[in-house]
């Protein structure tokens, strides 16, 4: 038997002054009772309840440890009062990680909706270019750009975004507009370099990234290990970067910059919402995955759409 069905019995023997008024309301027999009790108290070395013909009194140390079980059954149901609550009404700290700047422009502003939305959930949102490691950093939800390697994760895919290059219209102006990845060769090209990585960039020879790879080698003019430092040198006229499309959607809806070749552009990059396998995930996480799923997809149809 359950220890605290043990304990909730042995409660409800003192409150109903007898085995079979307790056996009643627990619906169990008075056999049963007596059987329970009796291994309570084996188990404990020391008899709880004195019996006689005509009556039931606990002893000594039954009414103290009669005290501690209801301390322990209050507080038990206290705990299984929150977890429903929890059910009803998402609640709780809620703990997510997003790549640092898809974080910032697009995760963020999610969040704040969500946390509009659901008022008793709290939030730590971690920015990191790193994949973190859910488990070990105590993480809910993390948000992935690229190939998924973890199958023993929970993923669901939000949408893609493009690897595509810019320049500014000003270096257009003054440099003319490649019209194939051989005309690259006579440009200038800012590299973004946040690891030791092989100087080229990719490209297809067919629309969407299906046809055969192409490589053009660099001899950089600018190499950067920041996204955003890179974006401004190219917003500023030095030459033509390669980005995500989400790096600059505002860039290209504004005219800052222009997005060029699109035809050779590689295979969209997958975005995913990913969580660990828990049979049981907490309200919050399921709130904020189904909450954040919708959002971002839209968000991700967007910012992916030719400029």
Avoid at 69 to 84: Q, V
Avoid at 245 to 261: E, F, H, M
Wanted: charged fraction near 25%; proline fraction near 6%; hydrophobic fraction near 45%.
């Amino acid at each position: 038997m359950d220890r605290l069905d043990e304990l909730t019995l042995f409660v409800a023997v003192l409150d109903a002054g007898s085995m079979a008024a307790a056996g009643r309301r627990l619906h169990r027999s008075p056999p049963s009772v007596s059987r329970v009790l009796a291994g309570l108290e084996q188990r404990l070395g020391a008899r709880l309840i004195d019996r006689t013909t005509r009556r039931l009194a606990p002893t000594e140390f039954g009414r103290q440890f009669a005290v501690q079980a209801r301390d322990l059954i209050a507080r038990y149901e206290a705990l299984a009062r929150t977890a429903t609550q929890e059910a009803d009404q998402p609640a709780g700290m809620l703990r997510i990680t997003a790549p640092a700047t898809f974080g910032r422009r697009h995760v963020a502003p999610v969040l704040a909706d969500l946390l509009a939305r659901f008022e008793k959930i709290r939030a730590t949102l971690v920015l990191s270019d790193r994949n973190l490691d859910l488990i070990e950093e105590g993480l809910d939800v993390a948000i992935r750009i690229g190939e998924l390697t973890d199958s023993t994760l929970m993923a669901r895919k939000v949408g893609s975004v493009g690897r595509i290059l810019v320049a500014s219209p000003a270096y257009l102006h003054r440099r003319g507009m490649p019209r194939s990845v051989r005309d690259l060769a006579e440009h200038d090209s800012i590299l973004i370099e946040s690891r030791p990585v092989a100087r080229e960039w990719r490209f297809a020879s067919g629309p969407h990234g299906k046809g055969p790879h192409q490589v053009m080698r660099l001899t950089p003019r600018v190499l950067a290990n920041d996204v955003e430092a890179a974006i401004a040198i190219a917003r500023d006229g030095l030459g033509i970067v390669r980005v995500l499309s989400y790096q600059v959607a505002d860039d290209l809806a504004a005219g800052r910059l222009v997005r060029l070749l699109p035809d050779a552009e590689p295979a969209p990059t997958p975005v995913h919402l990913i969580s660990t396998c828990l049979s049981h995930r907490p309200t919050k996480t399921t709130a904020f995955l189904d909450f954040a799923a919708d959002a971002l997809a839209h968000r991700l149809r967007i910012i992916s759409r030719p400029a």
